[in-house]
């Protein structure tokens, strides 16, 4: 096994679980900030994303607020592609695409800008549950013209992103498949 995805997968085994109502929620420095992200982590996950990627196809790399930030913000310095962010308020440019997610959590609206008709388009996130942010962000990608080229996260929990690969006819890929037994965290890939 690559020692990057090893240290992934064991970094997502250590991680502290937390209750949210019924809801069990690990927490790992990719997908909230806490506790401190250690570099080879970090640079680890952008050494897996970036060889998953033809970069001669993309035009630009679209980050999600607030945790897709970090692994974008890396890629688009070392790929030399522009980024753009799905942000959390709005700017009321002419071109904005407001988008409604729901998760498993939480609503509310993402707004998109600056993505232009027939762009290929790399999209990155840390994490997709639900599907519902990522299901908003394919079809606000989809109004605005441009063309999905990828789409990588970096742990799958559940069965959201089956759900929405097949609803919105995309591939997504992620580097870890998780799920949460009780205050565990079980790799199932």
Not at 97 to 119: A, H, M, P, R, W
Not at 129 to 135: A, I, V
């Amino acid at each position: 096994m690559d020692e990057n995805l090893y240290n992934l997968r064991k970094s997502v085994l250590e991680a502290p679980v937390v209750w949210k109502g019924e809801y069990p929620y690990f927490i790992h420095p990719l997908t909230d900030g806490i506790p401190r992200l250690y570099p080879e982590i970090l640079d680890g996950v952008i050494d897996l994303i970036n060889s998953m990627v033809d970069w001669s196809k993309i035009d630009v790399i679209l980050g999600i607020e607030a945790m897709g930030l970090p692994l974008a913000s890396l890629l688009s310095s070392k790929s030399g592609k522009p980024l753009v962010v799905a942000r959390k308020r709005s700017y009321g440019f002419e071109d904005e695409i407001v988008v409604d997610q729901s998760t498993g959590y939480s609503k509310g609206e993402l707004f998109l800008n600056d993505l232009k008709k027939n762009e290929h388009v790399l999209v990155i996130d840390d994490v997709l549950s639900t599907g519902g942010t990522m299901e908003a962000i394919i079809n606000g990608i989809k109004r605005t013209g441009a063309r999905i080229q990828n789409i990588i996260v970096v742990f799958e929990k559940g069965d959201g992103l089956e759900k929405v690969s097949k609803k919105c006819m995309v591939e997504i890929e992620s580097l870890v498949k998780i799920e949460m037994h009780g205050d565990k965290v079980i790799i199932l890939r």
